[in-house]
């Protein structure tokens, strides 16, 4: 037995929220992915949404969370319903102050795709080791 859990409800490995506010799957639409950055650690999804729908119909709210901690990152990715209405977006949103922080909003650009194992992984340099002297 199969049972379909909401996206927005359980996030998969805490690595965001993805929050659908609307579907239309009968016609395909045009939308676009935007970038927000810079945000204050208390804005929720709905927070962004409230601010993204002064300037057309949001479609998605993905907040990026810290898989380790469950809490926010900084920055999020908003998807307007069409070209325009995200192009407002930017117009009317880059550079103000949200929760005392100045956005950074811009459409967003593909992932660049990583070598394997190029994590950072934050442990020393294992070949850099000095022998042990008294």
Known sequence: MRI???LNRFPLFGSGLRRTIS???SQPIMS???FVGNLSFN???NDLQDAFAAFGTVTEVNLMLDRATNRPRGFAFV???S????EKAIQGLNGKALDGRALT???ARPREDRPPGDGGGGGRDRGSRRPYSR
């Open 79 to 81: 998807t307007m319903s």
């Open 105 to 107: 909003v811009n459409e």
């Open 23 to 25: 579907s239309n799957e």
């Open 32 to 34: 676009t992915k935007l």
């Open 43 to 45: 804005l929720t999804e």
């Open 83 to 86: 070209k325009e209405e995200a």
């Open 4 to 6: 379909a859990l909401p």
